[in-house]
C-alpha cells in the first residue's frame, strides 16, 4: 500500500526565514510525486511534478527537490502570503487509467510578518 | 484560467437522504476524480473515471456511492443514505492526462 508522511505537522515561521518541508514515501513504483498548496476552505491547488531522484522544480519562493525515498519543498525567504498547507502526494506507475493520487497529512505553514 | 467548478459550496442534509454533488471539469479533460477530506484528516481518494466507467475506486467508495457523467461535461457524485459520518469536504479533481489534477474548491457536505 502506497504511504506518505509529512513533517513536520506545522511550522512557524518569520517573515524571510527559510526552511524546508519533508514528504517521505513508499510506493509500488513512482510515476509522480506532486507538491500541492491548499488555503483553509479551498481544493488543493497545484505547485509541482517530480518524476525521478535528482530532480528539481523551482517556483517564486518555492524549491522541490526529490529523491528515491523522500521529498523537500524548500521555501526561501517566505512572505506571510506563504501562510497554507503544503501537501504531498504519489501516483503509483503500472495500475488502472487514471491513477489516483495518495496524499500525506499535510504541513501547515504560517509565516508571520 | 481554466479551472473545475463544484456546486453547491456548502450542502447540509439529514441523515439518510439522497445528496448529488456536482462538478464540471475542465473541458478538454479526459480523466476526472472525487476525494474527500473529513475535517482536520487528510485528503482520501474515492474514485477515478475514465472513458465512461470506474477506472479505481477505494475501499471508502461502497454501494452507497455513485458516479455519472449524465451530459459530456458534468460529472456527478451520489451518496445514496448519508450518515453522520459522511460529513466531509469533497473535492473534484480533473486532468488531461496521467499527471496532476486540477481540483475545484470542494463541496462541505454537512449531515445532520
Known amino acids: 500500500e502506497d504511504q506518505v508522511t509529512q513533517s513536520p505537522e506545522a511550522l512557524r515561521l518569520q517573515e524571510g526565514e527559510s526552511s524546508s518541508l519533508n514528504c517521505s514515501y513508499t510506493?509500488?513504483?513512482?510515476?509522480?510525486l506532486f507538491w500541492y498548496r491548499q488555503d483553509p476552505g479551498k481544493g488543493p491547488e497545484f505547485l509541482f511534478t517530480?518524476?525521478?531522484a535528482g530532480e528539481e522544480k523551482e517556483k517564486e519562493r518555492l524549491k522541490a527537490t526529490l529523491t528515491k525515498k523522500e521529498s523537500f519543498l524548500h521555501i526561501t525567504a517566505p512572505k506571510p502570503e506563504d501562510s497554507a498547507t503544503y501537501l504531498c502526494a504519489v501516483q503509483a506507475r503500472g495500475s488502472a487509467a487514471g491513477n489516483k493520487l495518495t496524499f500525506g497529512g499535510g504541513t501547515r505553514v504560517l509565516v508571520k510578518p | 484560467e481554466p479551472e473545475v467548478t463544484q456546486t453547491p459550496s456548502h450542502q447540509v442534509t439529514q441523515m439518510g437522504q439522497e445528496v448529488i454533488l456536482r462538478c464540471v471539469p475542465i473541458s478538454n479533460h479526459l480523466y476526472f476524480y472525487w476525494y474527500r477530506q473529513i475535517l482536520g484528516q487528510k485528503v482520501e481518494f474515492l474514485v477515478s473515471f475514465y472513458n465512461n466507467e470506474i477506472s479505481e475506486k477505494s475501499e471508502i467508495f461502497d454501494d452507497q456511492f455513485s458516479v455519472e457523467r449524465p451530459d459530456g461535461s458534468n460529472f456527478t457524485l451520489k451518496i445514496r443514505s448519508t450518515k453522520l459520518e459522511d460529513s466531509a469536504m469533497y473535492f473534484c479533481a480533473s486532468s488531461g492526462s496521467l499527471s496532476f489534477a486540477f481540483f475545484g474548491q470542494g463541496t462541505r457536505l454537512t449531515v445532520v
Open positions: 510506493v509500488s513504483g513512482l510515476r509522480g
Open positions: 517530480l518524476y525521478s
